[in-house]
Each structure stands twice: as C-alpha cells, then as structure tokens.
C-alpha cells in the first residue's frame, strides 16, 4: 500500500497508456473478424480453411510477434502502433470463429421471412442477421477484451508502456507490492470492461429479456 | 541483412543444432516443461470438472472461474512467484499450471454435463452404480469435449511456455529472450518458428485423436446393420 500512495501518477498514467493500447485493438478486431466471420459463415467451403488458420494464429508466442510486425508493416520498434496490430490478430484469431458461430445460429426461417417481406441482402444482414447475432457475438467480444487487456502487458518486454511495466519494473528492482499493483489494476480494468460489454449485449437485444419474462 | 537472411543465418549455423542450448535441448527442455504442466493441470481439473458435471450444479462458479482466471496476466504472475521462489523452474510452472487449468476444467465441466440426461438416468435404471455412470456412460460420451479442452490448453502452455525463459534457463523462449536482449533478432524469430511449428504438430495430433474419438461415441450404422 505505501508502494501504491507513493507512486499513484505512475500508476494512473500506465493505466492510460494500457487502454490507449487494449481498446482501440479490441474494437478493430471486431471491425475485421465480423466480415471474415460472416464470409465464413456465407461461404461453406471457406469456413473450415479459414477456422483451421485463425487457430495457428493463436498458437503463435506473443512476443515474437513485437519484432515481427515491425518488419512487415514497417511500424516503429516501440511505437504502440506495432502493439495495437499485434493485440489485433490475437483478437481477430478469437473473434472469427464466434462471428462465423454467430450468424449459424440465427435461423433459416427467420432469413426465408425477411426475404418473403420483401427486404433486400443488404438490409437483412443489417437489420435481421447482425442485431439476432449479437448475444453471440458479444460472449466472444467479451473473452477478447479480457485477454487483449491481460495481454497488453507483454508489450512491456520490448519497452512499449502499459501497466505491464510495474511486472518488468517491479521484477528487476524486487520490488512485490509494484508487480501486485500491476496485477490487481490490469484485473480490475479486464473484470470492468467484461461486465460493461455484458451490459451492452443486455441494452442492445432487449427481445432477449423480454422472452425471458414472458416465460416467467 | 534482412529479418529474414538473419533468420535462416541462424538456422543454418552449427551452434544452433549442437552443443549445450542448441535447439534438440532446448525442444526436449520445452515439451517437457509442457507436458509437465499439462499433467498436473489436467489432475487437478478433470477430477474437480468430471464431479462439478457429473452433479450438473454449480456449473455458474466454474464459468466465472474461468473466465476471472483469463483475466489475470500470466507475466504477472509469473513474475511475483520468480519473486517469491526465487530464479528457476518453480515460478513458470506454477504460473502455467493456473493458465492450463480453466480450459481444461471448462472442457470437463460442460463435457459431462452435456450428456443427455435420458441416457444417464437410463443406466441408473438398469442399475449402473454412480462411479460406473461416471466411467463407462458420462466419460466416453463427453470425451471429445473433454479433449476440446485439452487441445486448448495445450496451445496455449506451448505459446506462453516460452516466458518460462523470463525467470529460468530453460525452453526455447530461450532463444527469444536473448534474442530481444542481444538484438540478435535472427534467432528471436528462428527460435519463435521452432514454437509455432511445435504447436501446428500438436494440435494436429489432437486433432486426429479427436477425429477418432468423435467418431467411436457415435453409435455405428454398419454394425447394428451386421447385427440384424
């Protein structure tokens, strides 16, 4: 605790720099793992290949990928641009398989319906297929933002800031209370932003409770 | 040189295949480190998912496990147990364990749980003791689930095994980390293509074990077929 009061700056301003990397990485991993799900899902023979890959993705070591990157999008060593582009492709490789899982489970009659009143593909995948994908959608959204953001702090071993560096800080000087900070901050925001995407799955399918009460 | 003429100069140097901390080492070293901890995870899941299922109650308590224990960072944890033990492998695997644990407790849980109740309740009726449920209905049935939650777990400890080298002398997340220390990026690459290439063979295998096991819980058409 005297580790903490002496040092809340630091800690607030790693803090900022954590979310400065996790949330843009987490919502460009929905913005691309949404239609590469979505054609997955629309093209059979594509959607075996495809899951296949996103799964090599996830084996890759994260820490490799910091140098990696680099070389093939020419981003800067340190720059948070190389950690945002790294975050993302363990998101996409999370996200893909429950965008494709999402809109299997929206159902054929439902589709055959919306055709049958007249609305055209691209109106059905916005205004039927998109919102009924949702619950499933947000369950894999909300294991990305938790693992991007316990993920962040890997970054920290190639110099890129993030709460991760109170474990590289607080590793080399010995310093327990420093790396438990870091421990318990990067839980509490992963746990926050969890419940707050569980909170806007509720806002955006209200059909959903009010099924749940009509059974009631 | 490029990334990847530093790459290939690495793996084509004799130091890298022979003598101490060459790659035959360093893999053995690696995949016992994961075979290891996939071992113990394994017995501390699979007896608390398999009785947590076969009760099919307080399934919530292990879906909020899981996913709280996906939250904490392995690095941090990793680095207050090298604090508290001390430099070596002690840290790594207990760090690794707590990260294998969730999936394959998952994978467990949701395996026996998902077996139809009409069939459990069908072997009780014949008069199958409850251990016997467990052994010969529940397990077989919800061993591709089981081993669902293996083949990630195993991914998973095989990727992150490589911050073992963080606190001990050991895996091939050797290679990463004086690799990132020296700037000797050649062999931070190889040593990382060695890990991917690793993972690749043994999610191929869990997925030819899952082909096999898959298949015999289905009931057999050309044997009832035979039968009549």
Redesign the interface.
């Known amino acids: 605790m005297k580790w903490l009061s002496q040092n809340v700056e630091t800690v607030l301003s790693l803090t900022i720099a954590h979310l400065g990397l996790a949330l843009p990485a987490i919502v460009l991993s929905l913005l691309i793992a949404v239609p590469i799900g979505r054609l997955a899902h629309g093209l059979r023979w594509l959607r075996n290949p495809t899951i296949a890959f996103v ?2 993705l ?7 990928l910091f ?2 990157i680099p ?1 093939i999008f020419g981003t800067g060593l340190r720059s948070s641009a190389t950690a945002i582009i790294v975050l993302t492709v363990y998101g996409v490789a999370i996200l893909v398989r429950s965008a494709a899982d999402a809109f299997a489970a929206v159902a054929d009659s439902t589709l055959t319906s919306a055709t049958a009143v007249g609305y055209s593909r691209w109106r059905i995948f916005w205004a039927v297929e998109l919102p009924l994908a949702v619950p499933v959608l947000i369950a894999g959204l ?2 990305v933002a ?2 991007t ?3 962040v ?2 970054a ?3 110099g890129i800031s993030s709460l ?1 560096t109170l ?2 800080d ?2 080399q000087r ?1 310093i ?1 209370a420093e ?2 900070a ?2 318990v901050v ?2 509490a925001i ?2 926050a932003l ?1 419940l707050l995407l569980a909170g806007l799955g509720r806002v955006l399918t209200p059909w959903t409770r009010h099924r749940r009460e009509a059974a009631v | 040189m ?2 990847w003429q530093e790459t290939l100069a690495w793996f084509v140097a004799s130091d890298t295949w022979s003598g101490p901390g060459s790659v035959p080492q360093r893999l053995l070293e690696h995949l016992a480190i994961t075979a290891g901890v996939l071992g113990l995870a394994a017995a501390i899941a699979l007896p608390i998912g398999i009785f947590i299922g076969h009760r099919r109650t307080g399934g919530g308590i292990v879906v909020v496990l899981a ?2 224990a ?8 990793l ?2 147990l ?3 033990l001390g430099i070596g492998l002690g840290a790594p695997i207990i760090a690794l364990v707590i990260l294998a644990i969730p999936p394959i407790l998952a994978g467990a849980y949701s395996g026996i749980a998902a077996t139809d109740v009409v069939t459990v309740d069908a072997a009780r009726a014949v008069g199958l003791s409850e251990s016997q449920i467990v052994r010969s209905v529940e397990l077989p049935l919800a061993l591709p689930v089981i081993l669902g939650g293996v083949r990630s777990a195993t ?1 998973q400890v ?3 095994a ?2 073992a080298a ?1 606190t001990a002398d050991a895996g091939l ?1 050797r290679y ?1 980390f004086t690799g ?1 220390k020296s700037r000797d ?1 050649g062999e ?2 190889g ?2 293509l060695i ?2 290439v690793l ?2 063979c043994l ?1 191929s295998i869990f997925g030819l074990i899952a082909r096999r096991t898959t298949r015999s819980s289905l009931p057999k058409k050309s044997h009832t077929k035979r039968n009549q």
Do not use: E, K, N
């Not at chain 1, 996830?58 to 490799?64: D, E, G, R």
């Open positions: 799964g090599v996830y084996a890759i070591p994260s820490l490799p140098i990696l070389s909300r294991v938790v693992s953001v316990s993920l702090t890997v920290s071993l190639v991760g474990f590289t607080g590793f010995g327990i790396v438990v870091g421990l990067t839980v992963a746990v969890d | 490029s990334l996913g709280a996906r939250a904490i960072p392995t690095l941090g944890l680095t207050i090298g604090l508290a991914l095989v990727a992150t490589t911050l963080y997340g990463i990132l990026y931070l690459i040593g990382s890990v991917i993972a690749v999610d």
